[in-house]
């Protein structure tokens, strides 16, 4: 590969939804022992191995989360920008993927691709976490595989924005 694998192409989004701060100390039989600065951390060594930036973000808040995404539409970023572009959002809303329209609102009205993860197998859980609201808006949904499905969403997004940019080389 060139010297364009050394320089990021593209920004993908990290957000993580309510009680994902506590990720290392709540329920660690369910959600591991990592902490959420060491999940960003894996994530944002395993983006910048795929030439790729990660913006991550955290709220317990619903509208700090459709603030924080609404601030990447490609609509109302100014033309003269320097950021790479985003190009993709991973999502963990947490307990906000089965109550939240408006997430899924913001998600659909900046018009950027979205992979919804979730650390445990939610359909194996209580009834009620069996609904999403996001998911069949999501290109890939991702539950169950713990952290490493955020490297999976990752991994997802590199290969989609090479063939992307392959396409249009064409």
């Known amino acids: 590969m060139g010297s364009e694998t050394t320089k990021p192409k593209a920004t993908l989004l990290l957000v993580h939804g309510p009680n994902l701060n506590l990720l290392g100390t ?3 039989g369910l959600y591991g022992s990592l902490t959420l600065p060491e999940l960003e951390n894996k994530v944002s060594s395993r983006a910048e191995s795929r030439s790729l930036n990660i913006g991550a973000f ?36 947490g307990a906000l993927t089965h109550t939240s329209v408006a997430i899924r609102d913001a998600l659909l009205s900046v018009a950027i691709p979205f992979v919804e993860v979730h650390i445990t197998n939610v359909h194996k ?10 998911s069949d808006k999501a290109e890939a949904v991702i539950c169950g595989l713990g952290l490493q499905g955020y490297l ?6 590199a290969e989609k924005i090479e063939k992307d940019q392959d396409q249009q080389a064409k």
């Open 26 to 28: 709540r329920e660690p």
């Open 58 to 93: 955290q709220s317990n808040h619903e509208g700090a989360i459709i603030d924080f995404i609404h601030s990447h539409s490609p609509f109302t970023k100014p033309a003269e920008s320097t950021d790479l572009p985003v190009k993709g959002v991973i999502i963990n809303a």
């Open 125 to 134: 859980r209580e009834p009620f976490r069996h609904l999403s609201y996001l």
């Open 152 to 157: 999976a969403a990752v991994d997802w997004f």
